[in-house]
């Protein structure tokens, strides 16, 4: 099984990369797939590939995390956020064996009610706007101390009589020294592209190389993250369209998160995403973009977590989590 892996990872790694950096021109479909679908990500700043919990909810970020630790888990999340737009997702893991699990989840946004009107704004009726990916998961021991993940993604995406279809992968591996409360995760993401597409020219999808490193203190509940994200792509400008500097470019991959765990029951959170406080910067207002924060209760096997972002300068949305074991 370990030598099935390896091939799998080196034979994915080489196909999608080589072919996908040079093809890459900034342009992406099934955005969706970004959004969080984890409270305690989104409290940590919305990106995070090396937090070790037994959370279900958090093998979208990593395929590595599932493991049969997570023996029956279920985990279900809602997202409000923006306006009438709301996400949903939903995920069940099961293990294979001492070493090995498997899981099945899905992912939901729905757009609310919008209006189809002819040129003359008469009105036909409600149009149908949703995306939608269902997601197989498989994760494997590869060592003591490492294990390694594969995601499988079928994507679906209607607005109106336009309609698409993807098929993608997330690859990705997780290290965890427990002895030193250490951590860290290498993720390739949403690899992949549509088959059938809105109009005749296929995008590939929002893809993304993602690394992190989880450290908790010795001497104290808290636990520092770090993390590092589009990876695969290093042109950023700022909101007059000029190209960033060295410095501003290297701060807006990264990701910082800060947990205070003093028990196995609570948890909270708190989180600082340098690119999005930078891209929703505007003169007056919005002081607080790019932060984030949450918290978590567990409560006779069922677990409860709450956080609140900034997705967008004019909203604030909120992140909730029901998660148990069956």
Known sequence: MKKVFYSLYI???????SGKLLAQNGESVFDFLRLPTSSHVTAIGGTNVSLIE??????????????PEMDKGLSVGYLSYLADINAGSAIFTKAASEVSAWGVGI??????????????????????VNDICVNGFYAHNLTERIRGGITAKFVYSAYAEYTSIGLGV??????????????????????????KSYTDEKVVMPWDIQVGISQRLAHAPIRLSLTGMYLNDWDFRDLEGEEDSF????????????DFIPSDNFWLGIG??????ADMKITQGNKLGGFSGGAGIRVKGFEVGVAIA???PSAT?????LTTSL
């Open 272 to 277: 600082y995403n340098i690119k999005a406080a």
């Open 170 to 195: 997330d690859v990705g591996l997780s290290y965890y020294n427990e002895e030193h409360s250490f951590s860290m995760g290498l993720v390739g993401k949403n690899l992949g592209g549509q088959i």
């Open 317 to 321: 949305s909120l992140m909730l989590n």
């Open 247 to 258: 410095l501003t470019t290297f701060a807006k991959h990264f990701v910082v998160g800060v």
């Open 107 to 128: 992912n939901y946004v729905g757009y609310g009610n919008i209006q189809e009107t002819t040129p003359d704004k008469v009105i036909l009726g409600d149009l149908t």
């Open 310 to 312: 900034k997705f967008h």
């Open 11 to 17: 034979l994915l790694f080489f196909n999608f990369f």
């Open 54 to 67: 037994n959370d279900p909810s958090l093998v979208f970020q990593n395929p590595a995390f599932l493991g």
